[in-house]
C-alpha cells in the first residue's frame, strides 16, 4: 500500500460526504488501524494532511496528489470496462493495482480521447465537476435525501461497500430507478420489475 493511496482514501470518503476518520481510512485501503495512523502520520508531518481528532484532511498538497492518483484510476477503470470487458465490480481493484504506472495510464488517456467520468459516473479529475459532496454539484443529489419517485443514478459512490452492494443489486450509473420508501435504516427502490433496499450508509 502507497503512501498515495490513503491520500486517495481521505478525498473518496470526502467525496462521499463522509468524515475521513482515521477507522474509515484503515477499512477502506483494508489495513489495521495501526498502521493506517503510522503512514497518516508520516503524511501529516510531510504537509499533506492536517488532523483534528482523528479526522484526517487533505492539504493543498495532499489534494494535488490524490487529484493524480485518482485521475489515473479513474481512467484505467474506464478502459477495464469499455475496452477489456471487465465488471463493473472488479475494476475498483484492478485499477488500484494499474493506477501508479503513471505512463500506462497517460497512453490510456489518450486512447480513450480524455474521457470525463469513470464506469461509476464519478468525474476524472480536471475534466469534469469534482466539489467535495454529491449534493453540492447541480441537480445530482444522494437518494438518502430525495423523495419518492424516478430518478437516473448519475454515478456511484466509489467506496467499497457503495461498489459491492450496488453490484449485488444490479445497479449502474445511467440506470434509472423508482424510489417508493424509505425507513431509518434503508432506502426502498423499484429497479424494473424487482425490489431492493439501499443501507442509509451507501445511499447518502
Known amino acids: 500500500m502507497r503512501s498515495e493511496d490513503y491520500l486517495a482514501a481521505i478525498y473518496r470518503l470526502s467525496e462521499a460526504g463522509l468524515e475521513a476518520r482515521l477507522i474509515d481510512v484503515a477499512s477502506e485501503l483494508g489495513v489495521r488501524a495501526s498502521t493506517a495512523a503510522r503512514v497518516l502520520s508520516r503524511l501529516e508531518q510531510k504537509g499533506y494532511v492536517t488532523r483534528k481528532g482523528m479526522t484526517y484532511s487533505l492539504t493543498e498538497r495532499g489534494l494535488r496528489t490524490a487529484l493524480e492518483v485518482l485521475k489515473r484510476h479513474r481512467v484505467i477503470e474506464r478502459f477495464l470496462?469499455?475496452?477489456?470487458?471487465?465488471?463493473?465490480?472488479?475494476?475498483?481493484a484492478l485499477a488500484h493495482e494499474l493506477e501508479?504506472?503513471?505512463?500506462?495510464?497517460?497512453?490510456?488517456?489518450?486512447?480513450?480521447?480524455?474521457?470525463?467520468?469513470?464506469?461509476?459516473?464519478?468525474?476524472?479529475p480536471?475534466?469534469?465537476?469534482?466539489?467535495?459532496?454529491?449534493?453540492?454539484?447541480?441537480?445530482?443529489?444522494?437518494?438518502?435525501?430525495?423523495?419518492?419517485?424516478?430518478?437516473?443514478?448519475?454515478?456511484?459512490?466509489?467506496?467499497?461497500?457503495?461498489?459491492?452492494y450496488t453490484w449485488k443489486l444490479g445497479l449502474r450509473a445511467g440506470d434509472v430507478i423508482e424510489v417508493t420508501g424509505f425507513d431509518e435504516k434503508s432506502v426502498h427502490l423499484s429497479v424494473g420489475s424487482r425490489a431492493a433496499s439501499l443501507p442509509m450508509s451507501v445511499a447518502r
Do not use: M, Q
Open 100 to 124: 501508479h504506472a503513471e505512463r500506462f495510464a497517460e497512453l490510456v488517456d489518450a486512447y480513450l480521447k480524455r474521457p470525463k467520468r469513470c464506469p461509476h459516473g464519478n468525474p476524472v
Open 126 to 164: 480536471g475534466r469534469a465537476s469534482a466539489k467535495s459532496r454529491y449534493w453540492e454539484r447541480g441537480r445530482e443529489k444522494p437518494l438518502s435525501v430525495v423523495t419518492e419517485g424516478s430518478y437516473v443514478i448519475a454515478r456511484i459512490c466509489e467506496l467499497r461497500e457503495a461498489i459491492d
Open 81 to 92: 470496462v469499455d475496452v477489456l470487458g471487465a465488471d463493473l465490480n472488479e475494476v475498483h
